[in-house]
């Protein structure tokens, strides 16, 4: 399992750095900047030995750019964020369940950490295939940006690869297009669509699909689909029958 | 389960702010300072709506008054460290595994954080029943003091209390002085004596023991060393008779 850590428009560059040496203590390495603070010496100096990571950070302008490619997009939410859009944000994993979740399986995760106020925004959770949420008191949930970091890197630096190498993200994206197409055809209620997909691509996110798998379900809907087509096709014949 | 957070010489205050809004995260509020260094604005700050922790610490002049009373002292070690004394910090636990072992206990533990640039000496390595090291990578195992922490305090607030009650820490220290005393009297070699009891200090603080174990250790120390006398006399009125 390959990790891409991606910060969401830091605001303070201290963070930054603490997060970079967390990355470094755990043996991650991959940094994804989205619009970032400017980072200066203070933000090097909170990285200690972990400057290198810094300084081969890709920064770039929108979050597809820093997720273009990662086989699973886990987005990261606190306690707080649970309760004003359930939705969006449950079911969501503990950093011990999403360990176990990769244990065993091959390819890139990109791990998404929000501003250090307001986390990550509604577009951007449903850009996410699994959403982790740390279990905090309730007294005083809102985590320090890197003290939650390290205990995600904690958790991760403890998954061993294995071969079951993850579906590449654009099988995955073709087969919720084929899934929404499939529910259009079949007249879904129109305004229940969008939670609807959005809860297929969570679960599909939390099943890990391999290639091969995300194949067969490919066939399934064709199936359905071409059930429905022929049914109807015979619908047609049996009123047709009825008219003469 | 009841858990007192030691920080021992901490050098930054930023740092034991920061420790302190960990602890508050996860439920914690206990601390104990010894020898600290001032905190001022900036640790406040740092320990944002955790302050209070900060206000109400005990700050202490020695660690035998940051222990006394806990029923199970815990240190921290980095990797770095395991290298330089392995009898003083062998075996060490990881947080998982201290994690699992707590649970389902009862009592109060006194987790020891050492310096930021040193960590525990030796001699506050000697007072701890168990010591823990968060698994790091061997480029960059230094962590940030308050990474650590949170990592800690991450699995501990894990742990469920359960009714099994550990032994006080006076009836550990009789049963370990009952050890050396029979030790002594076997003639035991001079110069393993202490490492010997290290390693049984450790043993019997990753055993989490309850007073009526204890007594039963105790009690089967007592027969060993009466077998011995008993022998011993044996032997005398042997000898007597051969001289006869």
Same mark, same amino acid.
């Given at each position: 399992m390959k990790l891409r850590v991606v910060l969401v428009e830091p605001i303070y560059e201290g963070n930054v750095g603490s997060v970079a040496r967390g990355m470094k203590n755990f043996g991650f390495s991959d940094l994804f900047l989205v619009r970032p603070c400017d980072i200066e010496d203070f933000g090097l100096a909170m990285a200690s030995h972990a400057k290198d990571l810094i300084e081969k950070a890709r920064v770039v302008e929108s979050l597809n750019e820093a997720i273009a490619g990662a086989n699973l997009v886990v987005g990261t939410t606190g306690v707080r964020g649970l309760s004003t859009d359930r939705h969006l944000r449950i079911p969501s994993l503990s950093p011990r369940e999403l360990a176990e979740k990769l244990q065993g399986t091959n390819g890139e995760v990109a791990l998404l950490l929000g501003r =250090? !106020? !307001?986390?990550?925004s509604r577009d951007e959770l449903l850009a996410c295939d699994i959403v982790v949420t740390i279990p905090t008191?309730? =007294?005083?949930?809102i985590m320090n940006l890197s003290h939650a970091a390290a205990v995600l890197f904690y958790e991760l630096s403890q998954v061993e690869p294995g071969g079951l190498m993850l579906a590449s993200p654009e099988n995955l994206a073709h087969l919720l297009a084929h899934l929404r197409a499939a529910m259009v055809e079949s007249e879904y209620h129109r305004h229940k669509i969008d939670k609807t997909m959005l809860m297929l691509k969570r679960i599909l996110g939390r099943a890990q699909l391999t290639d091969r798998e995300v194949q067969t379900l490919h066939g399934v809907v064709r199936n359905l689909r071409w059930g429905a087509e022929h049914r109807s096709g015979e619908l047609e014949k049996v009123k047709e029958d009825l008219l003469e």
């Open positions: =250090e !106020d !307001d986390g990550l008191s309730r =007294e005083y949930p």
